[in-house]
């Protein structure tokens, strides 16, 4: 019978160690944090080992009364053996209550520590992904990751420690305890305790199925609320409010009914405990009166003490079945954890020497396909910019401009051909250096949700406020700034003031210019600035950028008024490139393009 019990529980322990391959991963932190957890561990061995004298002198005070009855103890005498079995009984269980305390100080910390690296080594390795990754992966589930797996793996790293040596030490000592006073009755007493861990068990899994329907529910409506919350004005303005009202409804109701789900097996849990440990009680006392009558145990008072026992393992039983769906769920999270800590950045700084930039830039029969489209952006471009130079790119939409800078910052590698800088291929150049010296403006400006200096900064962190003001006042976007009640210090974004798109791309281009880089890409950074602001802009970048290697993408010919050299995109290839002059005296996309934006502007 004993041999069974224990060889469930193996079982058991068994099947939650061989599906522990993903969680090997933490080992390197448990590891980092080995003292800490060694002496958690001694704390809660500790704690158990206090508790474990309260049977024992509740036991020892029965027998007192039983003897005072008896006759054998006077009654000063026995008052006075109790009132010393209470103060170590109240004492003890307060020592046990401290170092339980204790456990949870040491034990949980750790597993904070333990989360709080691995959310970083998860963020670390974010950043060092390329945008291809970004666009199979989508952002929530990037979220999901960082925060709810990563919550899933920490209850692993502490409560299931935690509970886990308590478990066991409960377990070996009381059980030992109880087979050394009464071999019999300990065996008949541990029979439900199994049962009650496997239907746990059952009961754990069942609840998990249930919740994870129940939080899949709640994020669908989070979304669609939140949907519906940004999108009012539409929803009014289409007078659909009934529509949206009929599908909230078929939500809601979902979500009662898997809610409703969850309650009732949540429902079974206590009351199939409480029954287990009932059987058990009563167990103990028709197995334990039988042979108390029978002259086969000592003392009456010992069943008392069994009872107390059974109480201590029945936790520890439900709770190996709770821990094994817990490390289930934490294997199954940190699995999904490793599969992104796996993915290899395509392109990553492989140079370890500084390699300084002077602004150089060829691109040598440069084909480029996108990974995920398969479309063909570039095709046979080659061009030569020297340091120094403004180059302005022109073309509709579609045409490649945007790819052409992306492979010049090396968001991307190209597919065949080279892009050089400096004369160097840019493989072999250290990616910091490079994208050091590059400020770029992209097409679809992006602005934090902070304050507009703060915004500015981020091209240089340790810019002083003037130095901030100079370049506003150099993207003329001064004036405008000064409008807003608090000026540099409005908070832009979802909770602060949204900025319009020309405003937007003016705060972008000032981030640039504060980092006064070698290299200055602007990507149609103007398309959405009125032709007035457009010529003092450009007026102030020549200034600026007079010793800079400056690329200009536009679908419009006068921001490329500066330019040294124009180069004609059309399909991904170069159609046409000269300077104005050259391009002036031949016909084509230039010309048309110039002719269409005189006519624009009368
Ligand atoms: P432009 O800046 O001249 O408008 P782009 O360089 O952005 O042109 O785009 C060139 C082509 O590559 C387009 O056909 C576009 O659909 C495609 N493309 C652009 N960016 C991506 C991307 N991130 N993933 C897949 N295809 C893209
Ligand atoms: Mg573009």
Not at 89 to 112: C, D
Request: glycine letters at 6%.
């Amino acid at each position: 019978m004993q041999s069974s019990i224990f060889a469930l529980l193996l079982i058991k322990v068994q099947a939650s160690f061989s599906f522990m391959k993903e969680l090997k991963h933490l080992n390197k932190y448990f590891k980092k944090y080995r003292y800490k957890l060694l002496l958690g561990i001694i704390i809660t061995v500790i704690a158990r080992l206090f508790s474990l004298a309260v049977p024992n002198y509740v036991n020892l005070s029965i027998q007192v009364i039983e003897n005072y009855f008896g006759g054998t103890t006077a009654l000063s005498e026995a008052k006075q053996t109790l009132f010393l079995y209470i103060l170590i009984i109240v004492g003890t269980a307060l020592l046990s209550a401290l170092f339980t305390f204790l456990m949870r100080q040491t034990i949980i910390n750790v597993s904070r520590y333990i989360e709080y690296d691995l959310k970083n080594e998860v963020f670390d390795h974010y950043q060092i992904l390329n945008l291809n990754f970004y666009k199979k992966n989508r952002i929530g589930d990037l979220m999901n990751r960082i925060s709810e797996d990563i919550n899933q793996v920490r209850m692993y790293a502490g409560p299931v420690i935690m509970y886990g040596m308590n478990t066991i030490t409960t377990f070996v000592c009381v059980i030992s305890i109880m087979y050394i006073k009464a071999p019999t009755l300990a065996t008949y007493t541990l029979v439900p305790l199994p049962i009650l861990s496997v239907l746990i068990y059952q009961i754990s899994k069942i609840i998990h199925q249930r919740s994870t329907k129940v939080q899949e529910f709640l994020s669908s409506l989070s979304t669609f609320t939140q949907e519906s919350f940004s999108g009012v004005s539409v929803i009014k303005a289409y007078g659909i409010e009934p529509k949206i009202n009929e599908e909230i409804e078929v939500l809601a109701t979902q979500g009662k009914n898997t809610s409703m789900d969850l309650a009732k097996v949540n429902a079974w849990f206590f009351p199939l405990m409480i029954l287990l440990i009932g059987i058990s009680n009563i167990i103990v006392i028709y197995f334990g009166g039988k042979q108390y009558l029978n002259g086969e145990i000592a003392s009456f008072g010992l069943i008392a003490e069994f009872i107390l026992y059974v109480n201590m393992l029945t936790w520890p039983v439900a709770i190996v079945g709770w821990l094994t769906s817990i490390v289930q769920r934490a294997e199954a999270s940190q699995k999904r954890i490793n599969e992104f800590l796996k993915v290899e950045p395509a392109i990553k700084n492989e140079i370890a020497e500084e390699t300084p930039i002077v602004g150089d830039i060829e691109f040598k029969n440069v084909t480029f396909t996108y990974e995920d489209t398969h479309i063909t952006a570039l095709k046979n471009v080659s061009f030569k910019i020297k340091a120094g130079e403004t180059v302005a790119f022109l073309g509709k939409t579609g045409s490649g401009k945007s790819t052409i800078l992306d492979l010049v910052s090396r968001l991307y590698d190209v597919s065949s051909g080279e892009v050089l800088i400096d004369g160097q291929p840019i493989q072999k150049l250290n990616l910091n250096n490079l994208r050091q010296a590059i400020g770029a403006v992209p097409q679809d400006a992006f602005l934090f949700s902070d304050t507009i200096e703060n915004n500015i900064r981020f091209g240089d962190e340790n810019a002083s406020f003037e130095a901030i003001v100079d370049v506003a006042k150099k993207a003329v976007v001064h004036d405008n700034i000064e409008g807003f009640t608090k000026k540099y210090n409005t908070i832009l974004g979802e909770r602060g003031i949204t900025l319009s798109g020309g405003q937007k791309q003016r705060v972008s281009i000032a981030r640039a210019l504060l980092k006064n880089p070698k290299i200055y890409l602007f990507d149609d950074c103007l398309s959405a600035v009125d032709t007035e602001t457009e010529e003092e802009i450009l007026t102030n970048l020549k200034k600026v950028s007079k010793e800079k290697t400056t690329l200009i993408v536009s679908h419009r010919v006068s921001s490329a008024k500066n330019a040294d050299h124009i180069i004609i995109l059309e399909d991904g290839q170069i159609i046409q490139e000269g300077t104005h002059e050259q391009l002036n005296n031949i016909d084509g996309y230039y010309k048309e393009l110039y002719i269409n934006q005189l006519a624009e502007k009368e």
